[in-house]
């Protein structure tokens, strides 16, 4: 980091590339250093820097992650979304690679359920429908240029001040965003794979969202109003044939908003196991056993690779 920083003369500040003032590091992956910084060409705007410490790694690894820095800074160049943080630059200096974006302020979605369970609640029905109708545009777009986010959890999702969900990206060792490969619209062409190349990125929102639902706090019944019931089946869905094709889908499954003087909507049940492993299997609805009461949507979210609260 100290090849890196150049400390201004007569002060204790920190610049990176002659403008960016360091205020606090972000975290760290490897070589790569995440910073909150000051633009002080914009005003002192705030900033996030992506910093790729070229001499920390073996020539190697140098090339490797440096070459997915350039492709990272030409994709996320091409977005252009409200929701997603701006690409801003990105600068080479000392051999050493940084790619600049907007900060976001506000909490991931896991600090807030983290708060939440502090506080013994959880995130209701209402409010994750909400979060699913605000976000599903963005998949949308992505969708509509040919990306798949592969990495959507709560951790990547930050509730912006203004309460819309933004989805951060991640310029790091790991591609978390990525070009779909090409084939036949709608399918991944990967490893002849006939799962829709969406698939990831949908099923990877109903864990998200039926983990704010349950907390991962282990086997326990909620009664869902539907549509989101069905949703959030259809997303996790084990058979690929049964979830949905792209995120319209799944904004038109959930209806229009309902207002407040239309009938109460159909309720299931849905119980939800602890995190794991492997996909969770979703049957069909069955009548209440007592023969009155809603229906029971049993759906199991056992040992699913994307919980990580």
């Not at 939440?116 to 969708?143: I, K």
């Amino acid at each position: 980091m100290d090849r890196l920083l150049n400390s201004s003369s007569g002060s204790d500040a920190v610049f990176l590339a002659g403008r960016y003032r360091v205020l606090q590091t972000l975290g760290e992956v490897g070589a790569i250093t995440t910073y909150l910084a000051e633009d002080s060409n914009r005003f002192q705007e705030r900033c996030k820097l992506w910093v790729f410490e070229a001499r920390l790694s073996d020539p190697l690894t140098a090339e490797a992650v440096g070459d997915h820095f350039h492709q990272a800074a030409a994709l996320l160049y091409q977005l252009h979304h409200p929701q997603i943080p701006r690409f801003r630059e990105l600068l080479q200096q000392h051999g050493d690679l940084i790619l600049v974006q907007d900060y976001v302020e506000g909490l991931t979605y896991q600090d807030l359920l983290h708060q939440r369970r502090s506080q013994g609640r959880l995130f209701s029905a209402l409010e994750v429908t909400q979060l699913l109708r605000q976000l599903l545009p963005v998949l949308q777009y992505l969708q509509g240029l040919g990306i798949v986010h592969r990495e959507i959890t709560a951790h990547h999702l930050i509730q912006r001040q203004d309460g819309l969900p933004v989805l951060v990206t991640f310029a790091g060792e790991k591609t978390l965003l990525t070009r779909a490969h090409q084939g036949q619209s709608g399918w991944s062409g990967e490893r002849g794979d006939p799962e829709p190349r969406w698939g990831e990125d949908l099923t990877s929102l109903g864990v998200t969202a039926l983990g704010l639902l349950t907390g991962e706090m282990g086997p326990q019944p909620l009664v869902l109003e539907e549509p989101l019931s069905s949703v959030l089946s259809r997303l996790m869905a084990p058979a690929g044939g049964d979830r949905f094709a792209n995120a319209a889908a799944v904004l038109a499954a959930l209806g229009p908003r309902a207002e407040a003087a239309e009938p109460a909507p159909a309720m299931a049940t849905l119980v939800a196991a602890p995190a794991g492993q492997t996909p969770p299997p979703v049957f069909p609805p069955v009548p209440h056993p007592s023969g009155q009461g809603p229906p029971v949507l049993t759906l199991l979210a056992a040992d699913w690779p994307c919980w990580d609260y």
